[in-house]
């Protein structure tokens, strides 16, 4: 099992922008792929962005296709979401997760680590 750290998160004015990063304990990212989900109090988490371990493919929600970038670092060990032209309905906690293969997903139920979680604010 892998620890995964985010940070990042903060309280943003709607149109401004955020990076969130997301520190693994190991190397491992060479062999999984990985992905931002988030929470909005009340409603279930969501995908947000993944990313294979290959970088090169990346997969977006529809709510945020062209607005936020996923990235990631092997020499570091980390993920990035950018995250540009905020908007209030994008506040919530968004977590790291790592999936259980190489393969690419938004179902939360193949990512079996997981992050604390970040907040993220958008005031309009």
């Known amino acids: 099992q892998v620890q995964l750290v985010e940070s990042g998160g903060g309280l943003v004015q709607a149109g401004g922008s955020l990076r969130l990063s997301c520190v693994a304990s190991a190397r491992t990212f060479g062999n999984y792929a990985m992905a931002w989900f988030r929470q909005a109090p009340g409603k279930e988490r969501e995908f947000v962005a993944g990313?294979?371990?290959?970088?090169?493919?990346?997969y977006y929600a529809d709510s945020v296709k062209g607005r936020f970038t996923i990235s990631k670092d092997d020499a570091k060990n980390t993920v990035y979401l950018q995250m540009n032209n905020l908007k209030p309905e994008d506040t919530a906690i968004y977590y790291c997760?790592?999936?259980?293969?190489?393969?690419?997903?938004?179902?939360?139920?193949?990512?079996?680590?997981w992050g604390q979680g970040t907040q993220v604010t958008v005031s309009s």
């Open positions: 990313i294979r371990w290959t970088a090169a493919s990346t």
């Open positions: 997760a790592r999936a259980i293969g190489a393969g690419l997903t938004s179902m939360s139920r193949l990512y079996d680590d």
